[in-house]
């Protein structure tokens, strides 16, 4: 079990880089392999998750090599395999797998997806897509089995029941080798599926509409790679940022940001009253004096980000009236929260709504990460307290942020990290 041990109650300043995507990494990747030819991906984050999707390339005969952001995939000796229920519970993202080997081979024998336990994530809308594409979903020991018919996978009118990102992303993957037209009605809008269909359309893909609530695809027999795709900047890791310069900054500049993709949550930040200088690709954060309490209600993009939630959790506790969180997308996203109790924080859930008082003071102590958001809103908090702070299970902060621990020195952190990734 990995541990991150921070010596808080320093004020941190200097700059930091933002990585590329994570939401769009493990989207992309699984995507490579509907290439007839070698990828290349640019600005890839140095973090868990791509190694274990880089592993399951590997079940399947897939050649990958990744080196200083630069990850190379060949798929051009891939053979179909079923992706075995271990690996697949480890990583959620790997559920798009089934999209991209349905797409690619006509049939996908995948594990249950896991991940982080932040309540129900349901596939049925996935399973309600693939269907309608032609293909016969069943489940057997402990996997799903989706099968094209014959004559291989059509195009469908597809309306979602519910605005759902993981759907939209395995929807476009199987429909965008299929036969004719496929529509995806009420589809989520995020900027990472945006990416994705950058980077398929510039395969030879003919996929319109992505960042509306209607996509049009119309399927192609073949895609091939001529070009590296650079990832866009993680929204959420420079949220994160965002988050932690307002509480413990004396000045520090985030670079590689598209504020376009943050609106909802510059908003909420200057609303709190951070003192923020929006630039073309960069943002530099003041030193902050008093803030006030806000609402936050999450919901699907461009709405206020589930993911950022925790991690602006911490900055609400220097505020000098009660915030409150809604969050409507994983109302159970709390694990956090016993949490920074013990440091100190004067939190608590009631009816749903988290409420964050203001708290004059937190103190280090040993805390448990259970997942990536949760554990980012803990090392934010272990900044700000007094003393030393020993996060347990920090592989998962690891699973989402690029070079977290260099990153944190650079802005003179004093933080170090104790576990099996080098990164």
Excluded: W
């Excluded at 140095?46 to 798929?75: R, W």
């Excluded at 336990?117 to 693939?130: A, L």
């Excluded at 402990?142 to 099968?147: K, L, M, P, T």
């Excluded at 004396?250 to 908003?267: P, Q, R, S, T, W």
């Amino acid at each position: 079990m990995a541990k991150m041990v921070i010596h808080g109650g320093k004020r941190l300043s200097g700059s930091v880089t933002i990585g590329g995507a994570k939401n769009s990494t493990v989207a992309i990747i699984p995507a490579a392999i509907l290439s007839d030819t070698p990828v290349i991906l640019d600005s890839v984050p140095q973090i868990k998750d791509v190694y274990n999707l880089m592993d399951m390339l590997a079940d399947m005969g897939v050649k990958s090599s990744f080196h200083e952001h630069i990850l190379k995939i060949d798929p051009t000796k891939i053979k179909l395999v079923p992706l075995p229920h271990g690996k697949v519970t480890s990583l959620r993202a790997s559920y798009y797998f089934m999209g991209s080997l349905l797409g690619r081979f006509g049939k996908a024998v995948v594990g249950f997806p896991g991940g982080d336990d932040i309540g129900p994530r349901p596939i049925d809308q996935h399973i309600k897509g693939f269907k309608a594409l032609g293909a016969q979903v069943t489940e057997y020991d402990n996997s799903i089995v989706i099968e094209a018919p014959q004559e291989g996978l059509h195009g469908a009118r597809i309306f979602l029941d519910m605005v759902s990102v993981g759907a939209t992303i395995n929807i476009i993957l199987a429909a965008v080798r299929a036969e004719g037209t496929t529509i995806i009605e009420n589809a989520a809008k995020e900027p990472e599926i945006i990416d994705l269909a950058t980077f398929l359309n510039n395969m030879g893909a003919k996929i319109r509409g992505v960042g509306t609530q209607t996509i049009r695809i119309i399927g192609v027999p073949h895609l091939k790679s001529t070009n590296s795709h650079i990832i866009i900047p993680d929204r959420i890791e420079a949220g994160t940022y965002l988050s932690l310069a307002g509480a413990v900054g004396d000045g520090i500049l985030i670079k590689n940001i598209i504020a376009e993709h943050l609106d909802a949550f510059l908003a909420k930040l200057q609303e709190m009253g951070v003192n923020l200088d929006v630039r073309e690709d960069s943002i530099f954060v003041y030193p902050n004096n008093q803030l006030t309490g806000v609402k936050v209600k999450t919901s699907p993009y461009p709405g206020f980000a589930t993911d950022l939630q925790q991690p602006l959790t911490p900055l609400m506790l220097l505020a000098d009236r009660q915030s409150i969180i809604v969050d409507t997308i994983y109302p159970k996203r709390t694990r956090h929260i016993p949490e920074l109790i013990k440091m100190g924080a004067a939190i608590r859930v009631i009816d749903g709504h988290i409420e964050v008082k203001p708290t004059t003071k937190l103190v280090g102590t040993e805390v448990t990460a259970e997942e990536i958001r949760g554990g980012a809103s803990l090392m934010i908090a272990a900044l700000m307290a007094e003393g030393t702070t020993v996060i347990n299970q920090a592989e998962n902060i690891m699973r989402g942020y690029d070079c977290i621990i260099d990153k944190l020195q650079s802005l003179k952190a004093d933080v170090s990290y104790s576990g099996k990734e080098s990164f």
